[in-house]
């Protein structure tokens, strides 16, 4: 009995082993490879939309930056009015393959200019961001925890900076992880179950019995992050920076068939003010732009190569934009509507959508076209299958993202 125990309680206890691995050891061989998956990246500290979509061709823009804008010359042109930032080639790859979808002009009503509350409300799909205590992500986890082939989180955050309100949830279990290897099982647990007693004994007695099944469970999931960690056939191509990274992991975590639905991974909060570049934009915001937009298409690359890309959809957003007019200090200040990335085997590629006028202005921002809060509803109902209006709160219009 002590020894069994024992196994039990290593196997149980063991931080190495959290329950939606168990979860997936268990159910290891269901066919998931139907089940759609949702990435999303949180570019922190609003991102200026006007300087990733670019409407070089305006008068309006050309004078309302004049030390931060960019020409035809220097663009990505997209269109013969729009265009991508320099540093975007990763992105003009994408979008030339049909992979890449822009989503212009995304916001809701009565956004705050503060960051946190800002921030909450896209968290909270409500611009009463004190409404809820739980995120829309995390609603949409507890949704999909009672589906059959789900894993026993349905949802995990993929990063250092603690884990973001959206996936705060009523009753599913919602993990944070910063690399596949440390899911792994703690060194001699593997060979607990050998330690137990043999023969007829081990047959008969329900403890022994308990124990050898979980213990099975614990080998197998170790054995999925195990395979995932060594590259289980994860494809190279990644840049060597902590976004690209995470990515990496998320796509390891694909491929082990874990069981999760909905990853969240986060650029910008890790460093100084992230995309809140009020003085001194261009260097720090032309970093962040080539980081978001090689590490998106590494990951795609890396997915497309092994026929998992129209499985997944991976989608950005920011908590507001920026003013179009620059602030002096070679910098901008907080503004509303801004750009949103969607890219996958499944959207429908290319603009959509208007961009918004650089002369009618909300408080000197653009004024949104798309509340964020269509954008989830298609992601919801559309793409994970979910009921969108329950985890919402209120039914919202689907937008056309998907290629057919």
Known sequence: MRTGLGACALVSLAPGVPRFLARAGASAGRARRDDTILVVLQLSGGNDGLNTIIPFADDAYARSRPTLRWTGDQVLKLTDELGLHPRLEAFRRL??????????????????????????AWHVADPDPDSRETGWAGRAADALSGLPSTGESPALFVGSIPRPFSLNAARAVVPSVE???????????????????????????????????????????????????????????????????????????IRAEVGVRIYFIELGGGGIGGFDNHANQAGNHDALLEQMATGMAA?????????????????????????????????????????????????????????????????????????FRELYATTLETWLGLDAATILGDAFPTLDLWAT
Request: hydrophobic residues 35%.
């Open 179 to 253: 690399a596949v290897e440390s899911l792994r099982l703690p060194s001699g647990m593997s060979g607990e179950a050998s330690r137990l007693p043999a023969g007829p004994e081990r047959r008969v007695n329900p403890l022994i019995e308990h124990v050898d099944r979980v213990s099975a469970i614990a080998r197998n999931s170790d054995g999925l992050i195990r395979e995932a960690a060594s590259g289980g056939g994860t494809h190279g191509g990644y840049p060597d920076f902590p976004l690209a990274r995470d990515f990496r992991t998320v796509a390891q975590l």
């Open 95 to 120: 979008h030339d393959a049909g992979r890449l979808a822009v989503m212009q002009g995304v916001g809701c009503p009565r956004l705050s200019r503060d960051h946190d509350d800002a921030m909450r």
């Open 299 to 371: 990951f795609v690359q890396d997915l497309a190569r092994d026929g998992l890309l129209d499985r997944v959809l991976l989608m950005t957003f920011s908590e507001f934009g920026r003013t179009v007019a620059e602030n002096g200090r070679r910098g901008t200040d907080h503004g509303a509507a801004a750009p949103v990335f969607l890219a996958g085997g499944g959207v429908r590629g290319g603009l959509h959508g208007v961009h918004p006028s650089l002369t009618e202005l909300d408080q000197g921002a653009l004024k949104h076209h798309v509340d």
